[in-house]
Nanobody, 126 residues
């Protein structure tokens, strides 16, 4: 069992930066691929980024490529999402998710993940 807690959301203006954190419980964090998803009001949850268990491989949605960076610190059981050049369309609840996996693929579907956090809200004003 893995419990995930996101933090770092907030309200900011377009063009700004924000770093989200996701703290995981348990001693097996390094065996999980970790993903970030987001869900805007009235829309489906969508993939943002994923990082392999080792941190050596990352994938991003086209909408955030070049602006967002996913990283992880396994000794701290934490995954991060650095968000730069934020746009109003980035406004959403952001969720981290964990998938038990030593292999790495483009895990961009909600049903590919085993555990989810409760989310943190990001609002970008124009």
């Amino acid at each position: 069992q893995v419990q995930l807690v996101e933090s770092g959301g907030g309200l900011l203006q377009a063009g700004g930066s924000l770093r989200l954190s996701c703290a995981a419980s348990g001693r097996t964090f390094s065996t999980y691929a970790m993903g970030w998803f987001r869900q805007a009001p009235g829309k489906e949850r969508e993939f943002v980024a994923v990082i392999s268990w080792s941190g050596g491989t990352t994938y991003y949605a086209d909408s955030v490529k070049g602006r967002f960076t996913i990283s992880r610190d396994n000794p701290k059981n934490t995954v991060y999402l650095q968000m730069n050049s934020l746009k109003p369309e980035d406004t959403a609840d952001y969720y981290c998710a964990a998938r038990k996996s030593y292999s790495m693929n483009y895990y961009d579907r909600v049903d590919e993940y085993d555990y989810w956090g409760q989310g943190t809200q990001v609002t970008v004003s124009s």
